[in-house]
């Protein structure tokens, strides 16, 4: 789910993490096929072995897409550019947030383009780094501006309602970020507190990060409490300093469901779901050993990250800079996680250079393991229906299509 480069120093909010210690287990618990279920103190823990799917029972995307939006050339309207989200309304529209423009872009159920709303501003309803976009059951739309750290709230047609920013809610030192909204229309925000200085120490660097939750007007409801962030490299030097995400690093990642949430670390392959208050109710584990990272895919990513240098020198520079990473000694445990509008968590597998076939393993709302999805390659995942899953596509040429694709169950 998160392709991330070194080479795109620290500007964008930082993703979440939570590590939590597994308490002491006590009895042997309930068994459903692969998974063992059992608690220990008040924590339902779920142990997955295997999935409960057989061969013919799985869950998979259509072939070829139900709907496709997107074009290299023609009506601008159709051309994508950073492509930030995408939601499908209650009534079949597409909702685009393309954030190369600055502006929500509304399609019909069959991707006939329909109105634009926001701009290039400051101004009421106008973005300067439109970063998200969530859709609520009443198909309200709640966008978030990382520039201006500011959540904009508009209705299923496209009509500006109200704007609040974070600033005082995280303090000016801070860098909130929406994580996503609860189905009350409250929120849930992370707030990175890591500052990169010409002073700074070099090497690896994982520092925390603050979770909060606040009601629809960005009031402060509670604090989730600090947290474990995602790793860096910081390289320091004459001129000054540089901050990369780790290769291999553990890049933490979160979603809301209802009144809950999840968060993995991605440090193990363990998810913990929690109530709004931040009370865990639920770890999710599943058997699995970290891959080694080797030479060859030291070497593989290294020459995936340089054929994004646009010349020479900075592709020197960028050598420079690798040569002195440190890189882990495994790989992550996933990339990330989705939740669908049923419940079922949706955990992207961690993929090492060269692998280019997302597979997503899925669990039920209980936590038991179902089984293993595949997607088409250079598909992101948005939004996940009862029957559909919607993202972006980029192809060869790096155009960028919004796509829907119909979810086949059994």
């Known amino acids: 789910m998160r392709r991330t480069s070194t080479q795109h120093i620290i500007v964008f909010p930082a993703s979440l993490v939570l590590l939590v210690a597994a308490a002491a287990c ?12 059992r608690d220990s103190a008040g924590i339902q823990i779920v142990e997955n072995s295997a999935p409960q799917w057989s061969e013919d029972e799985g869950w998979q995307l259509a072939e070829e897409p139900t709907l496709e939006i997107g074009a290299l050339e023609g009506d601008a309207a159709y051309q994508f550019y950073r492509v930030a989200n995408a939601r499908r309304l209650s009534n079949g529209r597409i ?50 501006d990382y520039r201006q750290r500011r959540v904009s709230v508009f209705d299923a047609k496209g009509n500006f309602i109200r704007s609040f920013d974070l600033n005082a809610l995280t303090g000016a030192r801070s860098f909130p970020t929406v ?6 229309g409250s929120l849930l925000i992370s707030a990175r507190q890591t500052f990169f200085s010409p002073q700074m120490r070099g090497g690896l660097r994982r520092d925390s990060v603050v979770y909060l939750h606040s009601d629809p007007e960005g009031e402060l409801i509670d604090s989730v409490g600090w947290h474990p962030g995602p790793e860096w490299y910081v390289k320091s030097q004459e001129q000054g300093m540089m901050a990369a995400s780790l290769p291999f690093g553990r890049a933490p990642d979160a979603a809301t469901f209802a009144d809950a949430f999840y ?41 995936e990250q340089l054929e994004d240098s646009e010349d020479e020198s900075q592709r020197q520079f960028w050598q420079r800079m690798y040569a002195d990473m440190p890189f882990p000694e495994t790989m992550p445990a ?16 961690y993929r090492a ?15 038991v393991m179902l089984g293993l999805i595949e997607t088409p390659p250079r598909f992101r995942i948005f939004q996940i229906g009862s029957d559909f899953v919607l993202g972006r ?18």
């Open 26 to 37: 006590g009895g042997a618990g309930d068994r459903s096929g692969g998974a063992v279920v």
């Open 95 to 144: 909702v685009v947030a393309n954030s190369g423009t600055h502006e929500l872009r509304f399609f019909d159920s069959k991707g006939k383009f329909l109105s634009s709303a926001g701009r290039e501003g400051g101004g009421p309803g106008e973005f300067q780094g439109l970063f998200g976009l969530w859709g609520l059951s009443n198909d309200s739309l709640y966008t978030f």
């Open 179 to 184: 994580v996503a909204p609860f189905a009350d």
């Open 263 to 303: 968060f993995g670390s991605s440090d193990s392959y363990e998810i913990a779901r929690y109530d709004a208050s931040g009370a865990v109710n639920r770890l999710i584990r599943k058997a699995h050993t970290n891959p080694p990272v080797t030479p060859e895919d030291i070497s593989l990513w290294k020459e």
């Open 334 to 349: 996933y990339e990330g996680v989705i939740v669908d509008e049923e419940g079922n968590l949706w955990v992207e597998e």
């Open 353 to 367: 250079p060269g692998d280019e076939q997302p597979r997503w393993t899925v669990f039920d709302s209980t936590g």
């Open 393 to 410: 596509q980029t192809d060869s040429l790096d155009v960028e299509h919004v796509q829907l694709y119909r979810l086949r169950k059994g």
